[in-house]
């Protein structure tokens, strides 16, 4: 039995947390905890598509892992180059396919929910679960290289310790709130208001549109209709959305979007107000509302005929206020960290949020289960993390936004160039590796002289 070096906490048992869990589980000597507000591990959502960037990063988990998701994607795994999204003109009566978008490797597509329980299933002996446990706050000591454990203290008044705290607690995240209120405390006065303005989410002007649509029900109405078998966009002014099936065909995941430029970083008002989106659906709680049949197809009642025939087999669904977090100052301080949506909840235009997760995780995993990192030098192994990461998060958070104004026709591009450019914003998610990255970080973490800016 090995000794332990060190106990890790995360807060966040979602796509993000739970890969990181599995991913350090691969070093035994680090006792690792997973604190879950929720009663239950549980993902909400329903699709969730993956890259080949991405799911290089999963394949690293291990065989039985890759083979458990491929288990629930209709989809193997290639690496040459394939068809993985058609778009279309659908702003008219009669639309017209524009492009089709290729890539290297499939876009895995995956239900949340099978997706997060395979990550569940793969959670060793040496990781401890603990539900119903959300974060309030958290006290690190001021030397932030002593050995003196981190205070974690829960809404229900209980407490426990740890020696390194993983804020993978989503965009609210209750980890970045007392971070980034201590990184306030240690810059410089003026740039105190910048940092604490970081931690509240800001709304996109983005509202989503989010349901599943029986695919069965589609079939007997439509049996040829193209969703069936392939993933399509329908592009319009300012309004789309996209479809294509998961669960082994059993669904069609719809996803749908208006975009309002004009009402980017205001404040979403759930209960009315000027800052709303133009479409008010009832039954609003908070950034999220269930939406009627009706009310849901609203925002695209104007899109072609091809379009309206999966519209009319929506039964209900869910509005979604888009929220993002702003380019943080740093994702650590002192034996604090934060990953996924924590750390750079982004707009969902190129589906790589839980892609983008799951890559801080394992770079993450990898600087910290490295031998050459000990409790004494776990701020500089969080400090290479956040110099490999956050700039490529922030990057492929601007590009996300990009592709959502190309969908939306927002963007100067003639329409026949527009395939080319949106291909073009994109490629990274199948051209690139984190390897790349994750060599950097094993030399930085065994050149302890270098410095981290």
Not at 224 to 248: C, N, S, V, W
Request: charged share 20%; proline share 4%.
């Amino acid at each position: 039995m090995h000794s332990p070096r060190f106990r890790v906490a995360i807060c966040g048992g979602g796509v993000g947390g739970l890969t990181f869990a599995v991913a350090l589980s691969q070093y035994p000597d680090i006792i690792i905890d997973v604190y879950e507000a929720a009663q239950s591990f549980h993902e909400i959502g329903a699709g969730v598509g993956m890259f080949t960037r991405a799911f290089k990063v999963l394949r690293k988990l291990g065989a039985d892992v890759e083979q458990h998701l491929l288990q629930h994607s209709s989809s193997g795994w290639t690496e040459e180059f394939v068809p993985i999204i058609k778009s279309r003109k659908s702003d008219q009566p009669v639309g017209t396919e524009l492009f089709e978008l290729r890539s290297k490797g499939h876009l895995m597509r995956f239900h949340r929910a099978h997706f997060h329980s395979v990550l569940l299933s793969h959670l060793p002996s040496t990781c401890t679960t603990h539900n119903a446990k959300r974060l309030k706050s958290y006290t690190q000591p001021t030397d932030c290289s002593r050995n003196s454990p981190i205070t974690l203290t829960f809404t229900d008044g209980s407490t426990a310790m740890c020696d390194i705290l993983i804020g993978a607690d989503g965009i609210k995240s209750a980890v970045r709130s007392c971070m980034l209120r201590e990184l306030a405390e240690s810059v410089e006065p003026g740039e105190k208001e910048f940092v604490l303005s970081c931690i509240k989410p800001v709304w996109s002007g983005v509202t989503a549109y989010r349901t599943l649509v029986s695919a069965e029900k589609l079939r007997a109405r439509y049996p040829d209709h193209r969703i069936l078998r392939e993933h399509t966009q329908y592009m319009g002014k300012d309004a789309y959305f996209l479809a294509y099936p998961i669960a082994l065909g059993k669904y069609i995941n719809f996803a749908g979007f208006t975009l309002q430029r004009d009402l980017v970083e205001t404040v979403y008002e759930a209960d009315g107000g000027t800052s709303r989106p133009s479409f008010k659906g009832k039954a609003n709680n908070g950034w999220v509302s269930e939406l009627t049949a009706e009310q849901f197809v609203e925002p695209f009642k104007d899109l072609e005929e091809d379009a309206q025939c999966i519209l009319e087999c929506v039964e209900r669904g869910t509005l979604w206020a888009v929220h993002t977090v702003k380019t943080l100052p740093s994702t650590n301080f002192g034996r604090v960290a934060l990953l996924g949506d924590a750390a750079h909840a982004m707009m969902p235009f190129q589906g790589s949020g839980a892609g983008q997760s799951i890559e801080d995780a394992y770079l993450l995993a990898t600087v910290l289960g490295h031998k050459a990192t000990t409790l004494e030098t776990v701020p500089r192994a969080l400090a290479i993390y956040d110099k490999l990461r956050r700039p490529f998060s922030s990057d492929v958070a601007l590009r996300s936004r990009l592709t959502g104004q190309q969908c939306t026709f927002q963007v100067d591009v003639p329409l026949h160039e527009l395939g080319d450019a949106m291909a073009k914003n994109w490629e990274w998610a199948w051209l690139t590796e984190l390897d790349d990255a994750l060599e950097e970080a094993v030399k930085l973490v065994e050149d302890g002289s270098s410095v981290i800016i």
